[in-house]
């Protein structure tokens, strides 16, 4: 049964859990930026990356004071095992890529649904800096989202309408 937790000690989990996964992003994303087969979404994972790694300096620095490290437990775990082995196969064939893509396209909805936790925590907190960060994550979050949606929906149609070889 997993252990329970309130109060600092669940800010300092949910701090970990957001730090891990974000971690998990910025390895997929760098992957990706490179083997991507479909261009726009190459250069939107790419645009994607810088913002990501300065999100994740900043929960780094919010964390810490909490005592936050970015320590990987369950739900983050589960989230990084996948993103690892579908971005370590994109380069297999453009099916195994779309899967990476849609694979990190989870993964930062979850880091959206996380940063609105985050951002009614800290207004509930009165914690100015970190509702502001909290928000910025969240509102990114969706942007990038969007439209690395889009451009999954696009890479499928390349997929479903390329002649087999």
């Given at each position: 049964?997993?252990?329970?937790?309130?109060?600092?000690?669940?800010?300092?989990?949910?701090?970990?859990?957001?730090?891990?996964?974000?971690?998990?992003?910025?390895?997929?994303?760098?992957?990706?930026?490179?083997?991507?087969?479909?261009?726009?979404?190459?250069?939107?994972?790419?645009?994607?990356?810088?913002?990501?790694?300065?999100?994740?300096?900043?929960?780094?620095?919010?964390?810490?004071?909490?005592?936050?490290?970015?320590?990987?437990?369950?739900?983050?775990?589960?989230?990084?095992?996948?993103?690892?082995?579908?971005?370590?196969?994109?380069?297999?064939?453009?099916?195994?890529?779309?899967?990476?893509?849609?694979?990190?396209?989870?993964?930062?909805?979850?880091?959206?649904?996380?940063a609105g936790g985050m951002l009614k925590i800290a207004r509930a907190l009165k914690d100015v800096e970190?509702?502001?960060?909290?928000?910025?994550?969240?509102?990114?979050?969706?942007?990038?989202?969007?439209?690395?949606?889009?451009?999954?929906?696009?890479?499928?149609?390349?997929?479903?309408?390329?002649?087999?070889?």
């Amino acid at each position: 049964m997993a252990e329970s937790k309130s109060g600092e000690e669940f800010v300092t989990h949910e701090f970990d859990e957001s730090i891990a996964v974000q971690r998990g992003i910025v390895a997929a994303e760098t992957a990706l930026a490179e083997s991507h087969p479909h261009a726009e979404s190459r250069a939107a994972i790419a645009a994607c990356l810088k913002d990501d790694k300065a999100f994740l300096q900043q929960l780094e620095q919010l964390g810490k004071p909490k005592g936050a490290t970015g320590k990987v437990e369950d739900v983050a775990q589960g989230i990084i095992d996948l993103l690892e082995s579908m971005v370590e196969s994109a380069g297999e064939a453009p099916s195994e890529a779309y899967e990476a893509h849609a694979v990190l396209l989870n993964a930062k909805r979850k880091q959206q649904d996380s940063a609105g936790g985050m951002l009614k925590i800290a207004r509930a907190l009165k914690d100015v800096e970190a509702r502001d960060a909290a928000q910025a994550f969240q509102k990114a979050q969706k942007t990038s989202s969007d439209q690395l949606a889009d451009l999954l929906a696009d890479f499928a149609v390349v997929i479903a309408t390329t002649p087999a070889a």
